[in-house]
T-cell receptor
């Protein structure tokens, strides 16, 4: 069974500062993928970043980077230089061999001007 | 990137009626589509996995006779909420996994907000 844990229900950050959103996971699959999605108030799920379990390097996509620590089973999302438009719900998800994704409970991020 | 559409985006229906929600992959073929339900300020809950040409696989606790899923083609899956009740009011999101290409890519539709009065 797969499990994703996001322990931060809400986070606040000042505009232009960096913020880290926590995600830990548990799985028995030897090969898996980790994802982060952004969900603004409109409801659409926006794919941000992906990390494969065998990837040696941490994934980066523009201002987003994934701090992947396999031994600790953590996949934290780092957003650099926060913008007001970054205010949204953020979901961590994983997918194992079954290709069926499991989502965490989400973290609400509010960026203050 | 690939696009998934959902129709309608919002629907209000009366208790006891049925509602059909369509999920389409616009520029790619999707062997597998997923249907999720999301309550306010909560996570996405997987309802069922829909495979083209075969019966959907429902998650535990999801009534398959109430939530009918049909995946008749590689670009279309439908979710029909039968005999809807106010407790079925929710945000329903579909996602599609591309048949070819990067196997990890999963594309989400914009969601359908269902309100049952």
């Amino acid at each position: 069974a797969q499990k994703i844990t996001q322990t931060q229900p809400g986070m606040f950050v000042q505009e232009k500062e960096a913020v880290t959103l926590d995600c830990t996971y548990d799985t028995s699959d030897p090969s898996y993928g980790l994802f982060w999605y952004k969900q603004p108030s409109s409801g659409e799920m926006i794919f941000l970043i992906y990390q494969g379990s065998y990837d040696q390097q941490n994934a980066t996509e523009g201002r987003y980077s994934l701090n992947f620590q396999k031994a600790r089973k953590s996949a934290n999302l780092v957003i650099s230089a926060s913008q007001l438009g970054d205010s949204a719900m953020y979901f961590c998800a994983m997918r194992g061999g079954s290709y069926i994704p499991t989502f965490g409970r989400g973290t609400s991020l509010i960026v203050h001007p | 990137g690939a696009v998934v559409s959902q129709h309608p985006s919002r629907v209000i229906c009366k208790s006891g009626t049925s509602v059909k929600i369509e999920c389409r992959s616009l520029d790619f073929q999707a062997t597998t589509m997923f249907w999720y339900r999301q309550f306010p300020k909560q996570s996405l809950m997987l309802m069922a996995t829909s495979n083209e040409g075969s019966k959907a696989t429902y998650e535990q606790g999801v009534e398959k006779d109430k939530f009918l899923i049909n995946h008749a083609s590689l670009t279309l899956s439908t979710l029909t909420v039968t005999s809807a009740h106010p407790e079925d009011s929710s945000f329903y999101i579909c996602s599609a996994r591309e048949t070819s290409g990067n196997s990890y890519e999963q594309y989400f539709g914009p969601g359908t907000r269902l309100t049952v009065t």
